[in-house]
């Protein structure tokens, strides 16, 4: 009984998850609603380029929407000031719809200064913490690297995983506040997840929007580096 139980019981897990990949804006960025389709609760992750359609979607769907969860503070992920463009993000995104934003603690300054929000929109997280939507449970896994409070998202077999990982390479460790050593160590904790953990980048850069861990190992040459030293003679640094 029990043996015929299971798929049943695994199906309805599966059935009651809200997850939403959305391309969106002109550098091939995902956006992703997380949910449980019993409260109908979501939250949108990296919610940037273009608020409008992204709310419009939340109200086509007849979803409520209660938070925005950020991987990183770049302005294509949570918009702001970009150069002389300026990004649609959060702080449009609060304007229309308030609602908590989830940060890691170490990113939160950079949030701030990039988009204009407050503190008190901000709710910084830790790696570990969870976040309940409905029936669905969301983990943050703190990934420094790309910045210093770059994270990623688990829900349940999935990973949503900004800028840190991507199904053919990994975020840039070039720029203000990247490291490239704790860049490493991020992505070995990442190839330690399970096989079959789907991973959901933060932008649409390979040949396929969504890729198994495994699948991404094939692919992707950084995560196949397992040691300090080839990480540093690789990145040049
Ligand atoms: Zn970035």
């Not at 109200?59 to 702001?80: F, I, N, V």
């Not at 990039?114 to 669905?136: A, F, W």
């Amino acid at each position: 009984m029990q043996l015929q139980d299971m798929p049943l019981q695994n199906k309805l897990l599966q059935d009651e998850l809200i997850l939403e990949q959305i391309q969106i804006g002109p550098m091939q960025n995902f956006a992703y609603l997380v949910g449980s389709k019993t409260t109908r609760e979501v939250v949108l992750v990296d919610p940037a380029w273009d608020l409008d359609s992204l709310l419009n979607l939340v109200k086509a769907r007849d979803y409520r929407l209660t938070g925005a969860l950020l991987t990183h503070y770049h302005p294509d992920h949570c918009g702001g000031s970009f150069g002389h463009n300026s990004v649609e993000g959060v702080a449009e995104l609060l304007g229309k719809n308030p609602v908590k934003v989830y940060v890691h603690k170490l990113e939160a300054a950079g949030v701030k200064k990039v988009t204009g929000i407050s503190d008190s929109d901000i709710v910084k997280v830790e790696s570990g913490d969870k976040l309940s939507i409905g029936e669905v449970e969301v983990e943050f896994l703190h990934t420094p690297g790309h910045t210093p409070g770059s994270q990623c998202f688990k829900i349940r077999h999935m990973l949503v995983s900004g800028d840190t990982l991507f199904i053919n390479g990994c975020g840039r460790v070039d720029l203000p506040g990247s490291n490239s050593e704790d860049m490493y160590h991020s992505l070995q904790k990442l190839a330690a997840m399970p096989e079959d953990t789907l991973l959901l980048p933060g932008h649409n850069y390979a040949q396929l929007p969504q890729a198994t861990m495994e699948e991404t190992k094939k692919i992707n040459s950084y995560m196949r580096i397992n040691d300090l030293a080839s990480w540093k003679m690789m990145m040049g640094a």
